[in-house]
């Protein structure tokens, strides 16, 4: 957990449109979750119980469940700036933020995977693809027919395709799938990590690092998944992102672009070039953002 965050008390951040609470998807253990209003609502937020907040997602705002990455928790700086209302610099978005999600109208619901945060349990892919699924069904049985899409950043992303995979699966799919920042599979990624640079052309490293990864049981298989993914998708990725290098990213829209599964759907890859400055998690800076949503999921209805 970052130093000196109380996630139980999201003002804390700047949040004040923002609820707190705890779910439980399992017997043995709950997660921590952050709801977030649209602008619109901001005001009629304040002083509101969880009640209210879980009443407002059937308010005629689409709703996006949020699927944060390794790093941190659901109160991470760059995850804060993505969804708060306050409207800052673009000249100096890395500290003040730049209006996003909710400003464009969209409730946020975010969470923390089990291990994370103030949220309880033992990670496991197996786990954390749970977790996401209850967020879906919690959220989908209070939204009525609002638009409910999927945003996964970094690891996020591996929870995302799973997600959406077995959402597919089932024929209750949500009404679009954001990857931000993706990798193709787990293998690969940790490959491509720059921790792993002066390892990588040792004759024992696929071995001694990537097998065991493997073993374990831990794929994330963004490449496999979006093979049987049938639904909206968009991938955003920063030329300069030395975490999940680009080149993952835009192998797995190829693969996704020329899967069966997406005939029909829109599948579209955005780079953002490297004098940006945007690496692995200031994508959300990108004052172009704004519109490429409008353009990818359309304008936000308004509140009634």
Known sequence: MPYFIDLKTPLDQGLNHTWNFYLQP?????IGVWHTVPTALWKAAQGKDQIWFEDSLASTHPVILYLHGNAGTRGGDHRVQLYKVQRGSILNFRSLGYPVLSSLGYHVVTFDYRGWGDSEGTPSEVGMTYDAL????WIKARSGDNPVYIWGHSLG????TNLVRRLCERETPPDALILESPFTN?????KSHPFSVIYRYLPVFDW???DP???SGIKFANDDNVKYISCPLLILHAE???VVPFHLGRKLYKIAASSR???GYKVQFIPFHKDLGYKHKYIYSSPELPHILREFLGEPRKHA
């Open 26 to 30: 399992e017997d043995d253990g709950t």
């Open 134 to 137: 209850h967020m879906f069904d």
């Open 157 to 160: 992303t591996g929870v995302a």
């Open 186 to 190: 787990i293998r690969e990624e940790a």
């Open 208 to 210: 001694f690092f990537l």
């Open 213 to 215: 990864i493997t073993a």
């Open 240 to 242: 300069d992102d030395s």
């Open 261 to 263: 599964s997406f005939q």
